[in-house]
């Protein structure tokens, strides 16, 4: 049994690391406060080749697999989830669905430039009816010819306002639902009759942008049909299942950084004629931050290992992101009142921290969804089949 | 444009503390990086090689753990990796050192410039520089923020405390810079993962290979010890107006009538 990371996977970590002291901490506080996006950075970070971390080098991406997305996700997530979102929104779910179930000639046409970042990804799923649930979609696409002609609102879509192209899901028969009747499609933003709409203004997560998006007949040829006709939702929750790993890992960043905080705080912050390290309540946190967060990096990287090996790991990916967002928060939360006052002080990092990590027991199917999936998973290895 | 960047990896001396009561040095955390200022030369090198064309040779020498610094060296686009492996400690000696970098240069082929740091952060010797250009024969600009060639000339920027030098050699030159003299850029993780699955990525030397009769290896440099130099005393802090403090600065300084 061997759990270090093969060596390339510190160099990118450290190259990471590197990268964000030098070009992400100068405008973190202005994304916050200023819900700004830095397109430079982003840009920065495509030259570095963050957005083809996971991808074959064939496509143009790194071919550091799963476990390299993980330190990727980790490390950027450390310094700002905001950072990390943009770049997991593209990567983990914008892209990732052409790599999984697209033909050669999407994957040519768009892989190629998603992972070098010369195009950035959105997914769209979630519409005003449909969030949790995701088969409820009302947009549809009626096929015409060659084409088809696209109708209906997306919601809550990450990098809507910033995406090139959009991977979206719509009902190609509404009467066989999820199992037969949905298509995947991918859309470029230039298509007449898409447009981005009104921009969310959310709690934590400011640097991400999220929009509606509307769809007005915009005509999508049939070579732009990503995967099977009628199968766009199984591509969908295929792509979901991983994005749910990368969840964890930025959590685990999160955690981290929030441990980091507190220890550095809980050392220098004087009460009583002594440093609150010596408070006993101080040690209880500190040791379940720290204990929550290791049993965290065991699960993230067992299952990005489970991914990079083929083997199944839809039960464990759930469990990564219901576990990854909830320790994250926790910790932020304790980090928060290690600081005391100063800890709902904008001047410091973990009140940000805190308010960015709520979404994340939201997003990409909910923690109780998340419950729901692991459930299903363990009763159907006893023959108990669970229908949502 | 054949360019020969030499490299030394340090301490990262963020894992360290000073203790100036214990006059000691404690180390927290063992990590090593890139010398900073060779990270300088690793950078002047590849933008030489990016507007002249041509090819960087790293060339580190150290311990195993060397290679590491020469993969991230790689990962930023040196074409080529060259490891000195010396576990014997023996090229902490700077005269060791040089003879031995010398050697390699040597052995790497012919070349039009090498690059390597003004200074290494752990000794702060400043040697290795001047050192190998002497061994090697080769004019040699120091200190330098900037190199570019041109046709069969080397022309650099030097920084003085009273503006800009130009200084110019005819190719093949060697020159140091300081570690802030350019921004490294980031290796990409495509590189990062190529250079650590590729394992002839470094080709690896031992100094015998280098100096078969050992002669080069043999130190000039005695450790004396360790010392922390005497606190000095705090000066004294003038204040007023102009006039007033020029008055009192001339008396201070024993200049009055």
């Given at each position: ?28 506080r ?16 495509a ?18 697999g799963?476990i390299?997305?993980?330190v990727?996700?980790q ?10 979102t ?6 983990g ?24 970042g ?7 799923l ?9 088969a ?16 209906g ?5 990450t ?17 066989l ?68 790993i ?7 960043g ?58 199944p ?13 909830e ?12 600081h ?6 904008r ?18 199917g909910?923690?109780?969804?998340q ?18 | ?8 990896q340090?301490l ?10 214990a006059?000691?040095v ?23 090689r ?13 311990p ?63 040697q290795?520089g ?52 350019n921004?490294p850029?980031?290796?990409?993780a ?11 990525a ?27 130099p ?18 009192r ?9």
């Amino acid at each position: 049994m061997d759990f270090s990371l093969p060596p390339e996977y510190h160099a990118l970590r450290r190259m990471v690391r590197d990268f964000c002291e030098r070009e992400l901490r100068p405008v973190i506080r202005q994304m916050d406060h200023e819900e700004y996006t830095p397109m430079d950075i982003v840009s920065k970070a495509a030259a570095a080749g963050f957005m083809g971390v996971p991808f074959p080098k064939k496509y143009g991406g790194a071919g550091a697999g799963e476990i390299g997305y993980c330190v990727l996700m980790q490390e950027l997530a450390r310094w700002d989830a905001s950072f990390s979102t943009i770049i997991g929104a593209h990567v983990g779910i914008g892209a990732m669905p052409i790599y999984i179930d697209g033909s050669e000639e999407l994957k040519e046409k768009y892989l190629t430039r998603l992972a070098k970042g010369e195009l950035l990804a959105a997914f769209a799923l979630t519409e005003a009816g449909a969030g949790s649930d995701a088969a409820g979609i009302r947009m549809s696409a009626v096929r015409e010819g060659d084409s088809y002609f696209l109708d209906g609102s997306k919601m809550w879509i990450t990098n809507g306002p910033i995406a090139d192209i959009i991977v979206v899901l719509a009902n190609t028969d509404a009467t066989l639902g999820p199992r037969g009747g949905q298509t995947c499609f991918v859309v470029e933003k230039e298509w007449d009759g898409f447009s981005v709409g009104a921009a969310e203004h959310k709690m934590g997560l400011h640097g991400s942008p999220t929009s509606v998006l509307n769809f007005d007949g915009v005509r999508v040829p049939q070579e732009n049909v990503l995967g099977q006709v009628g199968l766009g939702f199984v591509t969908f929750m295929r792509t979901l299942d991983l994005g749910r790993i990368t969840i964890g890992a930025a959590g685990l960043g999160g955690a981290e950084r929030a441990l980091e905080w507190s220890l550095r705080w809980a050392r220098a912050r004087q009460q009583f004629g002594q440093a609150i390290a010596h408070n006993q309540s101080v040690h209880f946190m500190l040791a379940d931050m720290a204990t929550e967060t290791e049993a965290l990096r065991s699960l993230v990287y067992r299952t990005a290992w489970m991914v990079d090996n083929h083997m199944p790991f839809t039960k464990e990916a759930g469990m990564c992101k219901l576990f990854g967002s909830e320790v994250s928060s926790r910790c932020c939360d304790r980090a928060v009142q290690i600081h005391g006052a100063l800890g709902i002080s904008r001047d410091f990092p973990g009140e940000r921290a805190y308010r960015d990590a709520r979404i994340s027991e939201i997003f990409e199917g909910t923690n109780e969804i998340q419950r729901i999936v692991i459930a299903s998973e363990l009763l159907q290895q006893e023959g108990v089949r669970i229908r949502p | 444009m054949r360019i020969i960047v030499l490299i030394n990896q340090i301490l990262d001396p963020s894992g360290m503390t000073v203790n100036r009561r214990a006059q000691q040095v404690f180390v927290n955390r063992r990590e090593y990086i890139l010398n900073p200022a060779d990270l300088s030369a690793v950078e002047a090198a590849l933008q030489v090689r990016d507007a002249a064309g041509g090819d960087v040779t790293i060339v580190g020498l150290g311990p195993e753990r060397v290679v590491e610094s020469i993969r991230q060296a790689l990962s930023m686009g040196a074409d080529q990796g060259l490891a000195i492996i010396d576990e014997s400690g023996a090229a902490a000696d700077p005269a060791v050192r040089a003879r031995l970098l010398a050697a390699a240069v040597r052995k790497a082929g012919p070349f039009d410039l090498v690059l390597t740091g003004d200074r290494v952060l752990d000794s702060d010797g400043g040697q290795i520089g001047p050192r190998v250009a002497e061994l090697l024969d080769l004019p040699q600009l120091i200190s330098v923020e900037t190199v570019a060639c041109q046709e069969n000339r080397a022309e650099a920027i030097r920084s003085t405390e009273t503006g800009y030098q130009r200084v110019e050699a005819p190719l093949p030159v060697l020159a140091t810079l300081p570690p802030d003299a350019n921004r490294p850029r980031f290796g990409t993780a495509q590189r990062i993962v190529n250079v650590y699955r590729d394992q002839s990525a470094v080709k690896c030397l031992s100094p015998a290979d280098l100096d078969p009769t050992g002669e080069a290896s043999s130190p000039q440099t005695r450790s004396g010890g360790r010392g922390y130099p005497t606190p000095r005393e705090p000066g004294t802090r003038l204040e007023g107006t102009v006039e007033e403090i020029t008055g009192r600065l001339v008396t201070a300084l024993g200049l009055g009538a």
